[in-house]
């Protein structure tokens, strides 16, 4: 299959290019038009396997699906936008109702925002508040978003940071990227070395553990890499919260919803945070954004956090439908996601025996990264290869994201059927024999 870039296409970028202040484009010329299911077109008529889900916002097939659809087009109707955090409404309060029923028990206070970003900044802020504490603890490698608070919480790459600062509350520490220990260590001989390093030198001599309000953890880390840590680091991290009365808050705004195989990714390692953040897939394309917090915790004086758009109607609607139809399905849906994360994997590690370039394979579910490397001992960072592969997977039919400094990461629709994850794998196994075989002329 071969992808035509027509002059629609070319033209289209650059009128972007032109009037938009430059994003996190993909290195590959996609402008979508219509989708559904895993396979979108774009405004060429192309077809592609999607293997990104949109940044992991469209868990349940592209452009969701008639039931989804039906309860957005009915609510437009009535009511787009009621000022929610000013007035009271109905559809926010029922989905507000429904979502709190997937949580451990124990929670029951909510807010609605617009973005993983937003949900990341409510979470910051009511942690400072219930705890009056003033300084976070967060990883490196970590992404939380782009605005202030929770940029201050990132520390993935430095252009993400860069001129922005200072961000003074916010202190890293390693997390547990075993496939690139900081420490030069493997696990489990390890002793947790990364926990060690935060508990005798962050908490000895930066600062004490009573000052610091909350630990952010990605479950499974995203942009940063996809990066899986092992089940005692995690619990070794909630230990360390609860030893200084410090909160543990988790961000699923990628790696929930489903996408592990469990609706909180958390769940994978068995520990409860005391806030979640959610967002990307809940209200399935429409912007939304969620922070959930422990009853214990308490409410929040009225006018200390307030937004225009959270709680908005149409996308109250949408994540409802979304999730009724989640739950109806979920033991269908569970099993496709275990299925297909075994034909992955196992597609993934036989590529990984043959060719030199794939470094790692790591994932839960279907939230799973490839990383690249240009040698297996040195591990040095495959980046160009890695454009090169993207690349030629677009060339072919096959949108892929990447993630960290040489990773690949695959997040197809949870409701990928078979046939189309085969071909998918397909191209992709094609483009990883054409990089690895630029990068090592000799095999």
Known sequence: ???????????????????????????????????????????????????????????????GNKEIRKAIKEQTDKLIHGAFTDYYAEPPVIFAEKLMSMFPKGFGKLFFSNSGTEANEAALKFSKLFTKRQYVLSFYSAFHGRTMGSLGLSASKSSQREYFGPFNSNIHVPYAYCYRCPFGKEYPSCGMACVDYTKKNVLQKETSGKEISAIFIEPIQGEGGYIVPPKEFVVEIRKLADDNGILLVADEVQSGYMRTGKFLALDNFNVEADIYTMAKSIACGLPMGVTITRSSLGDIPAGSHANTFGGNLVASAAATASLEYLKKHLSEIKSNIETSSKIIMHRLNELKQRYEIIGDVRGIGLMIGIELVKDRKTKEPAIAERETILKNCFENGLILLPAGVSTIRIIPPLTISRKTLEDGLDIFESAIITGNKKLHKST
Not at 8 to 25: G, Q, S, V, Y
Not at 39 to 44: E, G, L, R, V, Y
Not at 48 to 61: A, M, T
Request: without cysteine; glycine residues 6%.
């Open 1 to 63: 299959m071969n992808v035509e870039i027509t002059d629609k296409i070319k033209k289209i970028i650059e009128r972007d290019k032109k009037i938009m202040l430059t994003t996190t484009r993909s290195p590959y010329p996609f402008v979508p038009d219509t989708g559904s299911g895993e396979i979108i077109t774009d405004i060429s008529g192309n077809n592609f396997i999607d293997f990104s889900s949109f940044i992991s916002v469209y868990n349940l097939g592209i452009n």
